[in-house]
């Protein structure tokens, strides 16, 4: 993997030529309840991200710094496995709020940067990645302004200006959405000039409010004509028709991926997401095995890849479906009108091999921790393709 640092003065535009020759491997992470550094398997990766700082009274900040800061410490310690690993720290995530208040005027982006700065000094960290979710657009209820847009470009530009003074490379990246709404309230063109890579979230894209069954984190392109006749299909046309959805088609990688090269976006500043998780739903009648039918409501929010591999590939009752054009797998169990929809080794296989096709910057996932520790885990199948 190709993550040496250069020199100081190396320019951004040759720092991102370098580490995408070949593509990055990125886990978010976050640390488990039985916390053992020493058995993450870092020397699969070239960048682990910790997972999550927040905004706290404008600063970013651990909500308990006395655990969670040794457990970072002893992230960076596994660096002696891997010299070439990148540790970064994230600060957001799903329903974090305060981004909105923090970067609205230049003293208060200034107090964060400063408290950023602080942390990856103390923490001897590599970069950091912003997971604002989202800018101009409410998250689980966060705080939205019209003025995120600019304001979100100024807070980046702030970042990379402070991350270049540091003696040693540092890499700044951002979560982005895979659904193109998000990209009316993001100044790309501008925002791309300080970030290394946006990290986009391919996953949730049928997500956990729905009661439609479908791909949650879908490679291939689907169009609408692909699902016609089903009640997935309608219900995209009724969000399509009275302007809740600018888009007909469902989602998928390749689709936000191309808008996004479309809009200008360096392929190699791209990085697409895999799921170490599931989404099933229960009530789910088995005309097309289940796949994008009404459901009575979802049967879990979702679940962890080792207990999918555990409890239900394990289970007869579970029929494992591979879809051609989205190329996804699913799961129908029949007696128990269960639907399952997840990443497992062959596709998150096949998201690596697409990546290196397309000359996108590599492949991210949430999260590490839900892998299995077995042989043949999702991160063996990422890695495996990733160095054919």
Not at 167 to 182: C, H, I, M, N, V
Not at 215 to 238: M, N, R, Y
Not at 261 to 274: H, L
């Amino acid at each position: 993997m190709s993550c040496t640092a250069p020199a100081k003065n190396q320019s951004k535009e040759s720092l991102q030529s370098e580490s995408t020759s070949d593509p990055v491997i990125m886990a978010y992470y976050v640390a488990e309840r039985d916390y053992r550094p020493e058995n993450i398997p870092v020397e699969m990766l070239t960048h682990i991200i910790y997972s999550f700082t927040n905004v706290i009274d404008g600063e970013m900040k651990f909500r308990n710094e006395e655990v969670a800061g040794p457990k970072i410490e002893a992230l960076v310690k596994q660096k002696d496995r891997n010299s070439d690993l990148k540790v970064m720290i994230a600060c957001g995530g799903w329903g974090a709020d305060g981004f909105s208040d923090m970067a609205l005027t230049e003293e208060s982006r200034a107090k964060f940067i400063k408290s950023a700065s602080d942390f990856i000094t103390k923490y001897k960290l590599d970069g950091m990645d912003m997971d604002w979710e989202y800018p101009g657009i409410s998250g689980a209820g966060t705080m939205a302004r019209p003025e995120d847009t600019k304001n979100f470009t100024a807070l980046m530009k702030g970042l990379r200006e402070m991350l270049d003074k540091f003696d040693s490379p540092k890499l700044l990246t951002f979560a982005s959405a895979g659904w193109k709404r998000y990209y009316d309230y993001v100044e790309m063109a501008e925002v791309m000039k300080y970030a290394d890579y946006t990290n986009v979230m391919t996953y949730d894209q049928v997500s956990g409010v729905s009661i439609y069954t479908g791909h949650h984190t879908p490679l291939g392109d689907v169009k609408s004509e692909d699902i016609a006749g089903t009640p997935f299909k309608s219900h995209l046309d009724s969000l399509y028709a009275s302007g809740d959805n600018l888009d007909p088609d469902p989602r998928s990688s390749q689709k936000i991926v191309d808008f996004l090269i479309k809009e200008g976006v360096d392929p190699k500043q791209i990085v697409i997401g895999g799921a170490f998780y599931g989404r099933a739903w229960k009530g789910v009648p088995p005309v097309n095995n289940g796949l994008y039918q009404l459901s009575s409501g979802l049967h879990i929010g979702w679940m962890a890849y080792h207990q999918i591999r555990d409890k239900y590939e394990q289970d007869s009752h579970f029929k494992r479906f591979w879809d051609e054009v989205a190329q996804a797998p699913y799961m129908y169990n029949a007696s128990d009108s269960i639907f399952l929809s997840y990443d497992d080794t062959v596709s998150v296989a096949l998201k690596t091999k697409y990546i290196m096709e397309k000359g996108l910057g590599g492949i991210m996932f949430w999260e590490l921790g839900n892998d299995t520790k077995e042989k043949g885990s999702l991160l063996d199948a990422i890695y495996k393709a990733a160095n054919e």
